[in-house]
């Protein structure tokens, strides 16, 4: 305390933060992490206490929670990233060195996401038949943290969540199944056609972009992300083929013979 009574080890502590504001935004990416862990467990939690389709009301809820909660990271993180790409555009000028606190805790909500998910997988015991997405999440947790931690190569997080543009539709094409309605509606068609469109636009053509970055920077970027950033790449060519060719399969092919359309749970592959 000084004469005037004023707390001089308190502002001397807010000095030291705002002198040193990589502390700052280091602290906030860390509660960023935890609250989205955190958040998506609850929020998925929640979901037990509302009205669910009669189909999913009991033993299958856990599909129908998990598409929800899926469809709220997919709402949040995808329309963030569109904002990011259309409101700062000086950060993808210079793709390594470029950085914004937005972008970073754009990725440090979506890792937190995929490590609720992981754990959920571990949990329920389904991650011996979904390896693959459970190889995917930890894959891009390790590679969105090693991003944020460096400063190298931020704007790419804000690139790789387009992806999350066509599952907004996407988990919205599983959402209307579920419910019942009727799949010779106008709507579905026209969540069809999106869907495939958005599916080309923001899976294909960002697996594109992020793997002529890659090959055009790669000595620039630090050695972990070197190695991981290509599996990731790799990984999500797999799913997202696989999954394309399940949608078309089951809404143009299926649509065409007459045959019913298939629940692209977002945990099987739609991520």
């Known amino acids: 305390m000084d004469s005037l009574g004023v707390n001089v080890d308190h502002l001397r502590t807010m000095e030291d933060i705002l002198v040193e504001p990589s502390n700052l935004i280091s602290r906030m990416v860390v509660y960023t992490l935890v609250g989205s862990v955190l958040g998506f467990q609850c929020y998925n939690s929640a979901l037990n206490f509302v009205p669910a389709p009669e189909k999913y009301a009991s033993e299958r809820r856990f599909k129908w929670r998990n598409v929800m909660t899926s469809f709220a990271h997919a709402l949040i993180t995808g329309s963030i990233s569109v904002y990011c790409v259309?409101?700062?555009?000086?950060?993808?000028?210079?793709?390594?060195?470029?950085t914004n606190l937005l972008a970073e805790l754009l990725g440090a909500l979506s890792a937190g996401y995929f490590i609720y998910d992981a754990y959920n997988l571990f949990t329920t015991g389904r991650f011996r038949d979904q390896w693959a997405v459970l190889l995917h999440h930890?894959?891009?947790?390790?590679?969105?943290?090693?991003?944020?931690?460096?400063?190298?190569?931020?704007?790419?997080?804000?690139?790789?969540?387009?992806?999350?543009?066509?599952?907004?539709?996407?988990?919205?094409?599983?959402?209307?199944?579920?419910?019942?309605?009727?799949?010779?509606?106008?709507?579905?068609?026209?969540?069809?056609?999106?869907?495939?469109?958005?599916?080309?636009?923001?899976?294909?053509?960002?697996?594109?972009?992020?793997?002529?970055?890659?090959?055009?920077?790669?000595?620039?970027?630090?050695?972990?992300?070197?190695?991981?950033?290509?599996?990731?790449?790799?990984?999500?060519?797999?799913?997202?083929?696989?999954?394309?060719?399940?949608?078309l399969k089951s809404d143009v092919f299926a649509r065409s013979k007459g045959e019913g359309h298939e629940i692209l749970v977002s945990n099987d592959v739609s991520q």
């Open 138 to 247: 930890i894959i891009v947790i390790v590679v969105f943290l090693s991003l944020i931690y460096f400063t190298v190569a931020v704007p790419t997080i804000v690139i790789a969540l387009l992806v999350e543009v066509n599952s907004i539709f996407l988990h919205g094409r599983q959402i209307y199944i579920m419910s019942g309605f009727d799949k010779t509606t106008l709507l579905f068609k026209a969540f069809t056609a999106t869907n495939i469109t958005s599916f080309v636009v923001f899976r294909f053509g960002v697996i594109r972009y992020l793997s002529a970055f890659m090959y055009d920077q790669w000595f620039l970027l630090p050695l972990l992300v070197r190695w991981t950033m290509p599996t990731v790449m790799a990984t999500m060519l797999v799913i997202n083929v696989i999954l394309f060719w399940r949608l």
């Open 86 to 98: 259309l409101s700062r555009p000086e950060l993808f000028v210079d793709m390594v060195n470029s």
